[in-house]
C-alpha cells in the first residue's frame, strides 16, 4: 500500500472529522453571504466569527453523539441522509438557544439560522453522495468493464445486484439491460439500466446487446414461470444463472456470487420451509445417534442437527470414506461440537449395543438402510438383514438403554409395496410401532415417510448428469412414470420436525408431497439447463420399468388413515396393523426364509406383507436393461409416448401400485 493510502487509513476518522468542519463553516458563511446578497455588514461579519467557533462546537459533538463519524462515505443512502438531517436539525436548535444565551441573537438575522440548516444538509449530504458516485464509478472516468449480462426480472432482487455491483471495485459483471414481464416496468430504468422488453424477447434481446449471460433475478418467481423463463433463456446458447437463495447468503454467499439453477428449482411445488426453532428447543443440548449418517439422507440430518448445537452427535456408518469426509465438513463447520464418528454395521448386536451402552444417546434417527428398489430385488437376503434384522436390533438397544425417541426413516415404496425393498420397509415400520418389547418401553419410536429425494445417492440427478457427461442419451424407464419429490434439506427438516411433534409418537408422520411430477419431463427440463434442447441436441429414451417398480406412487395405502397436526405440511398417518404376536411370528418367518435364500425370501414376503406381490425370484434376477433402450428422436415427449412399445418381456407387472423407479 503507498505512504500516501496508509496515512489516509490511519488519520481517516481525523480527515472526516476537518472536512466536516469545513462544510459546516462554508456553510455558514453560505447562509450570511445567501442573506446579504454577498454584501454583509460589518457587525453581521463579526457576529458571524464569533458565533462560528459556538455553531462548530455544537454541531461536531451532535455528530459525534449520533454517530455520524463512523459511516463509509461511499456507501451513503436515504437512511444516512435521515440520520444527518436529524443531526443538523438538532444542531441548529442547540446553535440558536446558545445564540439567544450569549445574547448575539441582534446581529445574526432569524433567516440566517434557516439558511444555514438547509446549507448543512444539502453541502453534507452532497459530498458524501459525490464520493459514493465516484467510488460506484457513476461519474464516467472510464469504460465499464466485466462480463455483459442480461437480467431476467427488474425488481427487488434486480435492484439489490445493481446496487450491490455499484459498491465493487473491478467489477465482473456488467449488466447492459433488463427485461420484465410487467407492463408498468416498461421504458423505465434500474439504477442507470434500462428496461428493454420482455421475457419473450430474451433470444433477440441477447443478441442485440451483445450479452455474455442471462441472470435470473426473480426470486419469487413460481416453478411454472421459473421452468418458461429456463426455456427461453436455454434457446440463446449462453450461460445463465439465478441469484443466490436467503439460505445460501445465510451460509456465506455474497449476491453478486450467482448460483446454478438446478432441477429441484423446477420442480411443481415450492419448497417446504419447516419451523426450526422447535427442532432446536428439542434436540439442543442432547446427545444424538445418526445410523447410516454418511449416507445421503443421513449426512444430511447430520449436517442440520449440528446447527442446533447438541450434547453430542453420534455418526454410526459401515462406508469408512464417506464417514471420514463427512466428519471433516461437519468439524470444520461445527469445531466446538462433540462429533463421534463409529464405524460398525447395524446388524451386528454387539457392535450396536457397546455404542449404546458408552454413549447413552437421548436420540436415535435409524437411516441405515438399502434403498434401491432394483438391486434388492436380485439381494433380497441383504434387503431382509439390513433393513428388518437390523432396523430390530438399533430399536431394542435403543429400548434397552433408555433412548427417549426413536426416529425410523422410512420410504413412501412401503405403501402397497410391489418390491422386496418397499416390503421390507414396511416391516421395519412395523416392528416400531408394534414389537412387543418395544411397546413396553419408556421409548418414544416414531417414522417418517417420505418420496424420491433429489440428488441423493443413486437418484435421477447424479444418472443424468453422468449421461449428460457422456453426451447423452438421457434414459427414462416409462413415458407415463411419474413421482413425488423432495429435496435433501425437506428430507431432513421433516424427519427433525416429526421428531419434535408431540402428537406424532407411535405414528407414522409424513410430509404433504404437492402433485407428483413425470420423470420424462424432469430430463427435459435437465437437458434445457444445460442449455440444450431435448430430443434434438440429447435425445431421450425410454428403456422400460424394471423389476419391483411402480408406474404411480401412493402416499396412503387404503387401510390408513390421515390425521391432521399442528402443521400445515405435515400429517400423521393412523395404521390398523396386526398385534405385536403376529409381528413378531412375521419377522421370525422372514429372518428364517433369509437363511434359505432369495428365492425363499420372494416368495416369504408375500405372506409377510399383505398385498406386496413383488416380481418373482427368476425374473427379478433378469438386468434391469435387458432389450437395446429405445430410441424416439421425436420432437417431443407425446409422440415418443404414442409410439412406445409394450415392457420389455422380462417384466412381469406386480399385482398392486404404487412404489417409486427413483430411490429416496
Same mark, same amino acid.
Given at each position: 500500500?503507498?505512504?500516501?493510502?496508509?496515512?489516509?487509513?490511519?488519520?481517516?476518522?481525523?480527515?472526516?472529522?476537518?472536512?466536516?468542519?469545513?462544510?459546516?463553516?462554508?456553510?455558514?458563511?453560505?447562509?450570511?453571504?445567501?442573506?446579504?446578497?454577498?454584501?454583509?455588514?460589518?457587525?453581521?461579519?463579526?457576529?458571524?466569527?464569533?458565533?462560528?467557533?459556538?455553531?462548530?462546537?455544537?454541531?461536531?459533538?451532535?455528530?459525534?453523539?449520533?454517530?455520524?463519524?463512523?459511516?463509509?462515505?461511499?456507501?451513503?443512502?436515504?437512511?444516512?441522509?435521515?440520520?444527518?438531517?436529524?443531526?443538523?436539525?438538532?444542531?441548529?436548535?442547540?446553535?440558536?438557544?446558545?445564540?439567544?444565551?450569549?445574547?448575539?441573537?441582534?446581529?445574526?438575522?432569524?433567516?440566517?439560522?434557516?439558511?444555514?440548516?438547509? /446549507?448543512?444538509?444539502?453541502?453534507?449530504?452532497?459530498?458524501?453522495?459525490?464520493?459514493?458516485?465516484?467510488?460506484?464509478?457513476?461519474?464516467?472516468?472510464?469504460?465499464?468493464?466485466?462480463?455483459?449480462?442480461?437480467?431476467?426480472?427488474?425488481?427487488?432482487?434486480?435492484?439489490?445486484?445493481?446496487?450491490?455491483?455499484?459498491?465493487?471495485?473491478?467489477?465482473?459483471?456488467?449488466?447492459?439491460?433488463?427485461?420484465?414481464?410487467?407492463?408498468?416496468?416498461?421504458?423505465?430504468?434500474?439504477?442507470?439500466?434500462?428496461?428493454?422488453?420482455?421475457?419473450?424477447?430474451?433470444?433477440?434481446?441477447?443478441?442485440?446487446?451483445?450479452?455474455?449471460?442471462?441472470?435470473?433475478?426473480?426470486?419469487?418467481?413460481?416453478?411454472?414461470?421459473?421452468?418458461?423463463?429456463?426455456?427461453?433463456?436455454? #434457446?440463446?446458447?449462453?450461460?445463465?444463472?439465478?441469484?443466490?437463495?436467503?439460505?445460501?447468503?445465510?451460509?456465506?454467499?455474497?449476491?453478486?456470487?450467482?448460483?446454478?439453477?438446478?432441477?429441484?428449482?423446477?420442480?411443481?411445488?415450492?419448497?417446504?420451509?419447516?419451523?426450526?426453532?422447535?427442532? #432446536?428447543?428439542?434436540?439442543?443440548?442432547?446427545?444424538?445417534?445418526?445410523?447410516?449418517?454418511?449416507?445421503?439422507?443421513?449426512? %444430511?440430518?447430520?449436517?442440520?442437527?449440528?446447527?442446533?448445537?447438541?450434547?453430542?452427535?453420534?455418526?454410526?456408518?459401515?462406508?469408512?470414506?464417506?464417514?471420514?469426509?463427512?466428519?471433516?465438513?461437519?468439524?470444520?463447520?461445527?469445531?466446538?461440537?462433540?462429533?463421534?464418528?463409529?464405524?460398525?454395521?447395524?446388524?451386528?448386536?454387539?457392535?450396536?449395543?457397546?455404542?449404546?451402552?458408552?454413549?447413552?444417546?437421548?436420540?436415535?434417527?435409524?437411516?441405515?438402510?438399502?434403498?434401491?428398489?432394483?438391486?434388492?430385488?436380485?439381494?433380497?437376503?441383504?434387503?431382509?438383514?439390513?433393513?428388518?434384522?437390523?432396523?430390530?436390533?438399533?430399536?431394542?438397544?435403543?429400548?434397552?438403554?433408555?433412548?427417549?425417541?426413536?426416529?425410523?426413516?422410512?420410504?413412501?415404496?412401503?405403501?402397497?409395496?410391489?418390491?422386496?425393498?418397499?416390503?421390507?420397509?414396511?416391516?421395519?415400520?412395523?416392528?416400531?410401532?408394534?414389537?412387543?418389547?418395544?411397546?413396553?418401553?419408556?421409548?418414544?419410536?416414531?417414522?417418517?415417510?417420505?418420496?424420491?429425494?433429489?440428488?441423493?445417492?443413486?437418484?435421477?440427478?447424479?444418472?443424468?448428469? #453422468?449421461?449428460?457427461?457422456?453426451?447423452?442419451?438421457?434414459?427414462?424407464?416409462?413415458?407415463?412414470?411419474?413421482?413425488?419429490?423432495?429435496?435433501?434439506?425437506?428430507?431432513?427438516?421433516?424427519?427433525?420436525?416429526?421428531?419434535?411433534?408431540?402428537?406424532?409418537?407411535?405414528?407414522?408422520?409424513?410430509?404433504?408431497?404437492?402433485?407428483?411430477?413425470?420423470?420424462?419431463?424432469m430430463a427435459e427440463h435437465f437437458v434445457r439447463l444445460a442449455g440444450l434442447e431435448p430430443y434434438r441436441?440429447?435425445?431421450?429414451?425410454?428403456?422400460?420399468?424394471?423389476?419391483?417398480?411402480?408406474?404411480?406412487?401412493?402416499?396412503?395405502?387404503?387401510?390408513?388413515?390421515?390425521?391432521?397436526?399442528?402443521?400445515?405440511?405435515?400429517?400423521?398417518?393412523?395404521?390398523?396393523?396386526?398385534? /405385536?404376536?403376529?409381528?413378531?411370528?412375521?419377522?421370525?418367518?422372514?429372518?428364517?426364509?433369509?437363511?434359505?435364500?432369495?428365492? /425363499?425370501?420372494?416368495?416369504?414376503?408375500?405372506?409377510?406383507?399383505?398385498?406386496?406381490?413383488?416380481?418373482?425370484?427368476?425374473?427379478?434376477?433378469?438386468?434391469?436393461?435387458?432389450?437395446?433402450?429405445?430410441?424416439?428422436?421425436?420432437?417431443?415427449?407425446?409422440?415418443?409416448?404414442?409410439?412406445?412399445?409394450?415392457?420389455?418381456?422380462?417384466?412381469?407387472?406386480?399385482?398392486?401400485?404404487?412404489?417409486?423407479?427413483? %430411490?429416496?
Amino acid at each position: 500500500m503507498p505512504i500516501v493510502s496508509r496515512i489516509l487509513v490511519r488519520y481517516r476518522r481525523l480527515l472526516i472529522i476537518a472536512t466536516q468542519a469545513a462544510l459546516i463553516a462554508v456553510g455558514y458563511r453560505a447562509a450570511f453571504a445567501l442573506r446579504f446578497d454577498t454584501a454583509i455588514p460589518a457587525d453581521s461579519n463579526h457576529a458571524f466569527w464569533l458565533t462560528l467557533p459556538v455553531l462548530l462546537v455544537i454541531r461536531l459533538v451532535v455528530f459525534a453523539r449520533m454517530h455520524l463519524f463512523r459511516g463509509y462515505w461511499h456507501h451513503f443512502g436515504l437512511e444516512d441522509l435521515i440520520d444527518l438531517a436529524q443531526a443538523v436539525t438538532l444542531s441548529s436548535v442547540l446553535f440558536l438557544l446558545a445564540a439567544i444565551f450569549l445574547n448575539q441573537l441582534g446581529p445574526v438575522p432569524r433567516s440566517v439560522f434557516v439558511l444555514d440548516w438547509m /446549507a448543512a444538509i444539502l453541502l453534507g449530504g452532497g459530498v458524501r453522495f459525490a464520493v459514493r458516485c465516484l467510488h460506484e464509478g457513476r461519474i464516467p472516468l472510464r469504460r465499464a468493464t466485466g462480463t455483459r449480462v442480461l437480467v431476467v426480472g427488474a425488481g427487488n432482487g434486480a435492484e439489490r445486484l445493481l446496487r450491490q455491483l455499484r459498491h465493487e471495485t473491478g467489477r465482473a459483471l456488467n449488466v447492459v439491460a433488463l427485461v420484465d414481464d410487467d407492463p408498468s416496468k416498461r421504458h423505465i430504468a434500474l439504477h442507470g439500466v434500462p428496461v428493454v422488453g420482455t421475457t419473450e424477447q430474451i433470444a433477440m434481446l441477447a443478441g442485440k446487446y451483445r450479452v455474455e449471460m442471462l441472470v435470473i433475478a426473480i426470486p419469487s418467481a413460481t416453478p411454472s414461470q421459473l421452468r418458461r423463463i429456463v426455456s427461453r433463456c436455454a #434457446q440463446t446458447k449462453l450461460a445463465f444463472k439465478r441469484l443466490p437463495s436467503l439460505r445460501e447468503m445465510l451460509d456465506g454467499k455474497s449476491l453478486t456470487q450467482l448460483a446454478d439453477v438446478k432441477l429441484e428449482h423446477l420442480l411443481a411445488r415450492d419448497p417446504v420451509v419447516l419451523d426450526t426453532q422447535r427442532v #432446536q428447543n428439542d434436540l439442543e443440548g442432547k446427545v444424538v445417534l445418526v445410523t447410516g449418517g454418511a449416507g445421503s439422507v443421513g449426512s %444430511e440430518l447430520s449436517r442440520q442437527i449440528a446447527r442446533v448445537r447438541p450434547a453430542k452427535l453420534i455418526l454410526f456408518e459401515q462406508a469408512e470414506s464417506p464417514l471420514y469426509f463427512l466428519q471433516l465438513e461437519i468439524q470444520q463447520a461445527h469445531p466446538e461440537l462433540e462429533l463421534v464418528p463409529v464405524i460398525g454395521d447395524v446388524t451386528i448386536e454387539e457392535r450396536i449395543a457397546q455404542v449404546f451402552r458408552h454413549y447413552r444417546p437421548d436420540y436415535v434417527f435409524h437411516a441405515a438402510a438399502y434403498k434401491h428398489v432394483p438391486m434388492m430385488e436380485t439381494n433380497a437376503v441383504e434387503a431382509v438383514r439390513n433393513n428388518v434384522l437390523g432396523t430390530l436390533r438399533v430399536a431394542e438397544c435403543a429400548a434397552r438403554w433408555g433412548a427417549r425417541k426413536f426416529v425410523l426413516i422410512s420410504t413412501d415404496k412401503a405403501v402397497n409395496p410391489s418390491s422386496i425393498m418397499g416390503a421390507t420397509k414396511r416391516v421395519a415400520e412395523r416392528i416400531v410401532l408394534g414389537w412387543p418389547s418395544l411397546r413396553a418401553s419408556a421409548t418414544d419410536f416414531r417414522a417418517v415417510r417420505f418420496g424420491n429425494v433429489l440428488g441423493s445417492n443413486g437418484s435421477v440427478v447424479p444418472l443424468f448428469q #453422468q449421461q449428460l457427461a457422456a453426451g447423452g442419451p438421457i434414459t427414462v424407464t416409462h413415458p407415463d412414470v411419474s413421482r413425488y419429490f423432495m429435496t435433501l434439506p425437506e428430507a431432513a427438516q421433516l424427519v427433525l420436525q416429526a421428531a419434535a411433534l408431540p402428537e406424532a409418537a407411535g405414528r407414522i408422520a409424513m410430509l404433504e408431497m404437492g402433485e407428483p411430477v413425470k420423470i420424462v419431463e424432469m430430463a427435459e427440463h435437465f437437458v434445457r439447463l444445460a442449455g440444450l434442447e431435448p430430443y434434438r441436441d440429447v435425445q431421450i429414451v425410454f428403456t422400460g420399468l424394471r423389476a419391483g417398480e411402480k408406474m404411480f406412487e401412493e402416499l396412503i395405502a387404503p387401510t390408513e388413515v390421515p390425521i391432521p397436526t399442528s402443521m400445515q405440511q405435515i400429517h400423521l398417518i393412523q395404521t390398523a396393523d396386526a398385534d /405385536a404376536a403376529t409381528i413378531q411370528r412375521d419377522v421370525d418367518r422372514l429372518c428364517a426364509a433369509a437363511a434359505m435364500g432369495d428365492h /425363499a425370501v420372494a416368495e416369504e414376503i408375500r405372506m409377510v406383507v399383505p398385498g406386496c406381490a413383488p416380481p418373482s425370484h427368476d425374473t427379478a434376477v433378469a438386468l434391469p436393461f435387458a432389450r437395446e433402450p429405445e430410441v424416439r428422436p421425436a420432437p417431443g415427449a407425446e409422440r415418443a409416448r404414442r409410439d412406445y412399445d409394450a415392457p420389455p418381456n422380462w417384466y412381469h407387472p406386480p399385482a398392486s401400485e404404487g412404489s417409486a423407479t427413483l %430411490e429416496s
